[in-house]
Each structure stands twice: as structure tokens, then as C-alpha cells.
């Protein structure tokens, strides 16, 4: 069972083969053969245009700019922009971007549709504004209109946990990801892992902790 998440010796990025812990999938056998998908040529044309672009961009561009770079050395040209409606204005802005430098883009929001949540069995109760019409997050619809729209690449602007999960599986393209959503931390979810051993660990631990410990 691979746990490279608390390994601590990453001999696999250094190269350093002799230090793999015995339990590593790359000792034990566990790692299934990849090569061989790689061998396969748009995934090695993807993967290799990802790593020229790792290392060329490497703390000088910024997101915005590394998934313009990859979907225009891959000759990409029709974009899709699945965006959540909390970020609606941002999102007109990187159309903006992306049309300025020459792309087709072709945008959906997350209501599309206009499907009351009630469709898929959501309680008045268990909805963000209890007593109110609300219109569930069509993220499935958002993949198909843009599948039928023909896009190249997606790029999910914000999409809720699980929302974007959905979205990925239907996406008939490749899926980046360029936003996440955590209203909490302007969108930067890893500020909670950097402060969880102080201001979040009541949150990340406790919390969470009790909630298992009573299921």
C-alpha cells in the first residue's frame, strides 16, 4: 500500500534507488508499469510539453500563464472555462485574458441548467439559504455543454469539492485545473494545512475527530 505522503526519504526524486524504504511500492513491486501509456504519442506529447514547461516556467510565470503556455505548444486553440457563479466577475476577466492571446473560449457556469436542488433530493433545510429557490450546481452539464462545444482543454475555475469531481469525469477533454474553491481562505486551501498544528488544528483535529469518534 503505497504512503509516499509520510515517507521522508523521496528516494524516487533523487534517484537514490538504494534508499527506498522496504515498504515502498517501487521495492515491493506494487507500482503498476506507466511506461508503457507514456510510449503512447499524445500522452508522451502531453507529458513532456507539462515537464518543458515545469522547468521553463519554474518561479517565473504564474498559473495564468503556465496553462496558456500548454494548451497553446500543444496547439490548442478552443478553450473551455468551467467556472463557479461566486467567481463569476473573475472569470469574465481570464476569458478576457485568454481571448486577448488568441483563444476561442467557450464558458459555463455551474447553474447551468437552472435545476432546483430539489430535482436531485435536497432538503429546504439542507440548502445555503433555507426557504429560498436555489438551483443545484449542474457540473455534469457544464461538461457535456462544453463536449459538444468541442473544447481542447477545460479549465475549472473554482468548482465546489465534489462538483469538480463530477465535471472531471464527464469532460471528454483534458481537465486543469486553474482555481479552488475555499471561500474560508480566499481560495487558498493550503493555508490550513500550513497553520494546522496552530490556528486550524482545532478545526482540521478536534473537530472532525469528535465527528468520527460518535459515528
Not at 521495492?27 to 514547461?53: F, H, M, N
Amino acid at each position: 500500500m503505497a504512503n509516499c505522503a509520510i515517507c521522508g526519504v523521496y528516494a524516487c526524486r533523487t534517484g537514490e534507488l538504494d534508499r527506498l524504504p522496504d515498504d515502498c511500492p517501487m521495492r515491493t513491486g506494487e507500482l503498476p508499469d506507466s511506461l508503457p501509456i507514456y510510449s503512447e504519442p499524445e500522452i508522451r506529447r502531453i507529458a513532456k510539453v507539462a515537464a518543458q514547461i515545469e522547468a521553463e516556467g519554474y518561479m517565473r510565470w504564474t498559473r495564468v500563464e503556465e496553462t496558456m503556455e500548454f494548451a497553446r505548444r500543444l496547439g490548442f486553440t478552443r478553450l473551455g472555462l468551467a467556472f463557479c457563479a461566486g467567481l463569476r466577475e473573475e472569470a469574465r476577466i481570464l476569458a478576457r485574458v485568454l481571448r486577448a492571446n488568441g483563444f476561442t473560449v467557450i464558458s459555463a457556469m455551474c447553474k447551468t441548467g437552472s435545476v432546483p436542488k430539489e430535482q436531485i433530493g435536497v432538503l429546504d433545510c439542507e440548502k445555503v439559504n433555507p426557504g429560498t429557490w436555489e438551483a443545484m450546481c449542474n457540473n455534469i452539464g457544464q461538461a457535456l455543454l462544453l463536449n459538444r462545444a468541442g473544447t481542447q482543454l477545460n479549465i475549472t475555475f473554482g468548482l465546489c469539492v465534489g462538483h469538480d469531481a463530477l465535471f472531471n469525469k464527464y469532460s471528454e477533454a483534458l481537465v486543469t485545473c486553474l482555481v479552488v474553491k475555499d471561500r474560508v481562505l480566499a481560495h487558498n486551501p493550503i493555508g490550513a494545512l500550513n497553520t494546522s498544528y496552530g490556528y486550524y488544528r482545532p478545526a482540521l483535529y478536534e473537530r472532525h475527530k469528535k465527528a468520527w469518534e460518535s459515528e
